[in-house]
């Protein structure tokens, strides 16, 4: 898929206005833990990371101590540390012009209304990735001062990534070459400075951020993880394993026909709006084989099909399924985010758009039907959303 919307010049950005800039992270997990300290250690940008999760921030500081936060790729590492760690709002959000969310979905409404007393004007927030409605609980929660920041919602994590030492060391097991981001400018004012660049300063010169062309784009695809646990899965006899089966090296023939079969549903529910209202392109919700091709084409060695390519994808390596120890062995963990959050802040909204595009979508009613019984819940009845 070609590069749409504005280009940015060539990496680095030094033409940026800004001689400092200042970014807060929030959220505590392998994401946070990888933006953090890869944007701290990039010239002229000081970070600030704050975590609301019950002591988690403090637990990173003392995890830190006077050392740096080191981010280990597989062309190197980088050490770096944030100039403060903190739980307290005012204190994170002092002189911030970039806020960046990564943490899952259900916590966004949390962070929003702490940073808004704090924001400044023609500020930048970023959701990392921001999942379905993103942009609208930013306008919501944000309130007055919100209404001159741009809001920017990418359409998955930049990296395969993994925390190796809490508060001290993370690693990078891929980076994917291009990633697309949705834009609300909002009233910011249009001399700062570009919001797509400020964060591709951050990130480096991978990922490419792309501008998609509506914010539907960058979430309608999104069918990964809950078709590979329904096949890894749905014929498991409950009694505990020996070891952590592989996530993605794993996947076996059944998950691989559901993630083809519920992405083509997608693909077609994106064409069916297009063809609704033909204002509104929707070329860029790709089936997740072509997203692949696009994400890490220099990762993957084997493209005969979409399964081969998943199991060979070098970012991938090691990746195992989320398990809890149980009687000596392990067990699935259907608590964890593939499905607690993927579950209700994207496969069901993608659900409510087939419906309203009028689309049938056997396929991903199947996937959420297996998944909502995992968890205890009931988001749909027979193929209908409750």
């Known amino acids: 898929q070609a590069h749409r919307g504005p280009k940015l010049p060539p990496w680095p950005w030094t033409v940026q206005a800004m001689a400092q800039l200042n970014v807060l992270v929030c959220g505590g997990g392998n994401g946070a833990h990888t933006i953090a300290g890869l944007a701290a250690s990039r010239l002229d940008v000081k970070v600030r990371w704050m975590s609301l999760f019950r002591d988690e921030a403090e637990r990173i500081a003392a995890a830190m101590g006077d050392g740096d936060l080191e981010v280990k790729t597989p062309n190197g590492t980088s050490k770096a540390r944030p100039v403060l760690i903190t739980k307290d709002p005012a204190q994170a959000m002092e002189g911030v012009q970039l806020v960046i969310f990564s943490m899952p979905a259900f916590a966004h409404a949390e962070y929003f209304e702490a940073i808004a007393p704090h924001l400044q004007p023609n500020s930048v927030v970023v959701g990392m990735p921001g999942q379905f409605g993103f942009q609208f ?66 990130l480096g010169p991978l990922p490419v951020l792309d501008l998609a062309d509506n914010y539907l784009e960058v ?100 990746l195992t399924h989320p398990m809890k120890e149980a009687d000596g062995g392990f067990v699935p963990d259907f608590t964890y985010r593939y499905l607690s959050e993927d579950l209700p802040f994207s496969f069901t909204v993608c659900k409510g758009i087939t419906e309203l595009a009028g689309q049938s979508t056997p396929a991903l009613d199947e996937t959420i039907r297996w998944c909502q019984e995992k968890m205890g819940k009931e988001y749909i009845v027979g193929s209908s959303l409750c």
């Open 137 to 202: 609980q930013a306008s919501a929660l944000l309130g007055e001062r919100g209404a001159s920041c741009s809001i920017l919602c990418l359409e998955t994590m930049p990296w395969a990534c993994r925390i190796a030492s809490f508060g001290k060391e993370v690693e990078i097991l891929g980076t994917k070459d291009s990633l697309s981001t949705s834009f609300n400018p909002g009233t910011r004012d249009p001399d700062a400075p570009n919001a797509v660049a400020l964060l591709q300063r951050l």
């Open 219 to 318: 979430n309608l695809f999104t069918v990964v993880h809950p078709p590979i646990m329904y096949g890894q899965w749905k014929d498991w006899d409950e009694k505990p394993l020996s070891e952590k089966p592989l996530f993605y090296q794993g996947l076996n023939a059944f998950a691989e026909e559901m993630l083809d079969k519920v992405s083509k549903e997608l693909v077609a529910t994106a064409a069916a709006i297009e063809k609704a209202a033909p204002h509104f392109n929707m070329s860029g919700v790709l089936h997740i084989f072509d997203w692949y091709k696009k994400a890490y084409p220099d990762d993957i060695d084997d493209w005969s099909s979409l399964g081969a390519a998943m199991r060979c994808c070098k970012s991938y390596r090691g």
